[in-house]
């Protein structure tokens, strides 16, 4: 079988253990916008805005099944994934390395936060003088803020530079995620439950 020969790598991803049912019946987990909405509450717009840029861009590089509308988050160790908790289980996955979409998990609050985010020191220091240039005392208030649509030209250059979170520079257990966008059942090695351990 095709599968069997590409090479897979170990993801760790908790879930809400309703997705058993899931998997049970259809074979495979895929995440919907509803449930994003359901976890984060009050704040879901927000973070929808986030995470719909996500798609979008992890789309591009790795094809998103039709039905799909979010990725499902997945830690790379299983010394940094979130532990089962009441009403959640951990998968334990083997994925095709070409089905996996990796990204830098601490660029990605500058997505959330919609806020430039830099190439380096360099960048950093010059984005700070360009604030100070245009009179602006932070780069928080473009999107939500009192700038909100006065500066068009730098929520562009915001949008551009978020791009980074794709670009990584370090390479570790605590700052790399690899995402999916479902999780099928032959991918699963193990499912544990609260009070199991992760191995």
């Known amino acids: 079988m095709e599968q069997d020969r590409r090479e897979t ?3 760790y991803t908790r879930q809400n253990d309703k997705t058993l049912y899931q998997l049970e019946r259809d074979g495979r987990i895929i995440n919907q916008r509803a449930y994003v909405e359901l976890h984060f509450g009050d704040i879901a717009p927000l973070f929808l805005e986030s995470y719909d840029w996500f798609t979008r861009k992890a789309s591009a590089r790795v094809k998103k099944p039709a039905d799909v509308q979010a990725p499902i988050w997945c830690s790379i160790s299983r010394e940094n994934c979130l532990r089962p908790v009441p009403g959640t289980v951990v998968y334990v996955l083997e994925v095709p390395k070409d089905q996996v979409i990796y990204f830098d998990d601490e660029k990605w609050d500058y997505v959330l936060n919609r806020i430039y985010l830099p190439k380096d020191r360099e960048d950093r220091e010059q ?5 100070r240039e245009l009179g602006v005392a932070n780069g928080f208030e473009f999107f939500q803020g009192r700038y909100k649509g006065m500066y068009p030209e730098e929520e562009r250059r915001i949008r551009e530079s978020w791009e980074r979170i794709f ?4 390479w570790t257990i605590f700052n790399v995620c690899g995402n999916i966008w479902e999780i099928r059942e032959e991918w699963v090695l193990r499912i544990v439950h609260p009070g199991e351990d992760v191995v």
């Open 9 to 11: 790598v170990r993801l």
């Open 127 to 131: 984005y700070r003088r360009h604030l």
């Open 167 to 170: 670009d990584i520079d370090r």
